[in-house]
């Protein structure tokens, strides 16, 4: 019996020995694959070993590798179930905690994505990726509920349930060319970083009822046995780069090619000879359409990349030269993150994917403008951006249209993108500046200070006029009649990002009645201007050089409260004050005459103020007599109303070969 017992001891013992002794190669076979890349080989092994794994700190270790995978594998439930797992098992690295929150954030779980890119920020208070996804967590919604107005279609027709990426246009808008892992591709083997089939090369043309094609692979020597990735097709179709990864012991990693289409069929292609380290993985290319300037993707540790994959350029002098030595895009554009399928559009501007900069989740898709010698990057918003990856982003020629990647439902498949028109509009009306009445047949003219656009028209019947405006130019509308002071506005259509109507009021003014100048005050009992009151004079002072042929007396009015001479004496001095304004503003003291009338000319009222007086009608004057009738609330007012400064055209002859707007020494 005592000898049954060691037996069973022992062969628990060994059974034990056995078990650990295979967790341990699982692991060693899974941190091999995991080193090498191979992320869907290391998450089988990995979730083999964690079965069989007991303690806290080593499980820790293990999810955290498995969260990394999943990342890597762009499988953001599997990713956020795992970093999970890990911060539960007290593991300490930190960026368990980020990726944990860019994974929330990637199935658009914002709420909780924000704790944890808050905890991650008290961890690590000097990475911007937690204050980036702090700001987008409190952005994303109003990037939702305020869109850009791009049009976005899904590509049903051409779209598999498989990876379809990377999209290139070809002859004209006739042909698309994508990357897809779908049935038909050379490439047997499955991707040992995705656990895809290997890629290839796609295309589907587009008939003369505007119906896509079943997309075929291309013809020739692009696609191989092994994995084809991203490309960029020039030259009217003629011309493809692309992506070549190799998945051999003796020759891994990925290369740029470029082949040319001869009589309907791609050329054999070759590498592209980069003065890179040739154990560097390389990708993504973007050329410029005179194959002179190339951008890719690479993680060049050598180089001084700025953190996981960044865009490099490399230029040459001509369409055959050597390419020069890469050079990092610069921190305007690269970051701790990924910046990954870079396009170049024929403006100059840069597009590319990041999960790096601020972003609604996933890659998202951004717009780099060239600043001097930097970049002005921003993003590209809602809807080309959702919460899951969205990237590849091309444009046709300089056409307002374009196609990009998005995996927002489920797959990475083809959408299209148009940019409608910007629309802009001028809608007026031309109003009596006393009576608030519309003026009808008055001449309205347009001036576009930009383009030197210009168009009249008349106001019609009931004051109104519009204009069609071209965008990114400055304005300037006036408004002029016989018996009419003209009135002019200025308006712009410069950094308007979306249609807009501008509605303009022209005021014009006539010859024939005095004008209330709104909003003039005086200290009490003196002549000093308070400060408001020059708002309402600064306009004047348009006027006045809008209409350089006018004279004007200025005239200042007061209530009967008060002695006859001192109101006298005060309403002069107050038009006084009116005049040194105006003449310290460069109009000619000649132009302008005081003239205080005291309680003398008591206000009348036009149907403009009995509109928003409703115990007054037009033609009231407001005499002592009249005012004492009111009750005592109603006297307050009628008092104020009296209480006021005008103007009135003396003269519409004045200098009219002369410059009516002195300079400083002309007032002296």
């Known amino acids: 019996m005592k000898l049954q017992r060691i037996i069973a001891l022992a062969l628990v013992f060994f059974i034990a020995t056995v078990s650990v002794n295979a967790q341990k190669r699982t692991l060693k076979k899974a941190d091999a694959a995991y080193e090498s890349g191979e992320y869907f080989a290391a998450y089988q092994l990995y979730e083999k070993a964690m079965t069989k ?16 995978c999943s990342r ?4 953001p439930k599997k990713a956020k179930k795992w970093y999970r797992k890990a911060i539960s098992y007290k593991y300490k690295e930190p960026l368990a905690v980020l990726y944990y929150a860019d994974a929330l954030k990637t199935i658009a779980d914002y709420e ?53 990426f990377s999209p290139s246009y070809g002859e004209n808008l006739t042909e698309i060319y994508f990357t897809s892992t779908r049935p038909g591709a050379n490439g047997r083997r499955k991707n040992t970083i995705t656990g895809e089939n290997f890629a290839d090369i796609f295309v589907t043309k587009k008939d003369r009822k505007g119906k896509w094609s079943q997309p075929i692979p291309i013809e020739g020597g692009v696609n191989s046995a092994q994995d084809e990735g991203a490309s960029c097709v020039i030259g009217d179709g003629k011309i493809i780069y692309f992506t070549r990864c190799k998945q051999e012991k003796d020759n891994a990693g990925c290369k740029i090619y470029r082949a040319t289409k001869v009589a309907g069929k791609w050329s054999q292609a070759k590498r592209v000879e980069l003065s890179v380290d040739t154990t560097e993985s390389i990708g993504h290319p973007a050329v410029s359409e005179d194959e002179r300037t190339m951008y890719f993707v690479s993680d060049m540790k050598k180089r001084g990349h700025k953190g996981g994959r960044d ?8 369409a055959t030269g050597k390419w020069s030595i890469p050079v990092n895009a610069g921190a305007k554009i690269n970051t701790k993150g990924d910046e990954l399928f870079p396009f170049i559009r024929q403006n100059g501007e840069l597009y590319f994917a990041s999960n790096g900069h601020m972003g609604m989740g996933g890659l998202d898709i951004f717009r780099a403008k060239p ?8 993003n590209m918003k809602y809807p080309i951006n959702s919460s899951r990856d969205d990237f590849g982003m091309v444009w046709y020629k300089d056409k307002k249209k374009g196609l990009f990647t998005s995996a927002r439902n489920k797959y990475d498949n083809l959408f299209a993108f148009t940019l409608p028109e910007l629309t802009f509009t001028m809608k007026g009306i031309v109003k009596n500046a006393r009576t608030g009445e519309p003026v009808a047949g008055a001449t309205v003219k347009l001036l576009g200070k930009d383009d030197g656009s210009q168009t009249e028209i008349k106001s019609a ?9 071209n965008p990114r130019v400055d304005y300037s509308v006036s408004a002029s009649k016989k018996k009419y002071l003209q009135a002019l506005v200025e308006e712009s259509t410069k950094g308007l990002k979306e249609s807009k109507t501008i509605e303009v009021v022209l005021e014009i003014i006539s010859t024939e009645f005095s004008i209330e100048l709104p909003n003039i005050e005086y200290a009490t009992g003196k002549a000093d201007l308070r400060e408001e009151s020059k708002v309402s004079l600064n306009k004047l002072v348009r006027t006045m050089v809008q ?12 209530d009967y409260i008060g002695s006859d001479a001192s109101n006298q004496s005060l309403s002069q001095l107050r038009a006084e004050s009116v005049v040194n304004y105006l003449i310290s503003k460069g109009i000619k003291s000649e132009r302008l005459t005081p003239k205080g009338y005291g309680e003398t000319a008591p206000k009348v009222i036009t149907a403009k103020s009995a509109r928003k007086y409703n115990f007054l009608k037009a033609g009231d004057v407001l005499t002592e007599e009249f005012i004492k009738s009111l009750t005592e609330d109603q006297q307050a007012t009628a008092n104020q109303l009296n209480r006021r400064t005008e103007f009135k055209v ?6 009219i070969d002369a410059d009516a707007f002195g300079s400083d020494d002309d007032n002296d």
């Open 53 to 68: 794994i007991k303690a806290k700190k080593e499980k820790g270790v293990v999810a955290y590798k498995l969260g990394e």
């Open 72 to 75: 890597e594998m762009n499988k």
């Open 112 to 164: 909780k994505a924000l704790q944890q890119y808050t905890k991650y920020k008290s961890l690590v208070p000097g990475d911007e990726r937690g204050a980036n996804g702090i700001k987008a967590c409190n952005e994303i919604q109003s990037w939702i509920d305020k869109p850009t107005f791009h049009n976005i279609t899904e590509l049903k027709t051409i779209n598999a349930r498989k990876s379809d």
């Open 311 to 318: 865009i490099w350029v490399s230029k040459r002098k001509s």
């Open 371 to 378: 600043k001097g010698a930097s970049w002005l990057v921003e």
């Open 461 to 469: 019947s009931n004051g109104t006029f519009r204009f069609k405006l």
């Open 547 to 558: 209409n350089k042929n006018i004279t004007i007396e200025l005239s200042a009015n007061t």
């Open 650 to 655: 003396l003269k519409d002859d004045y200098g």
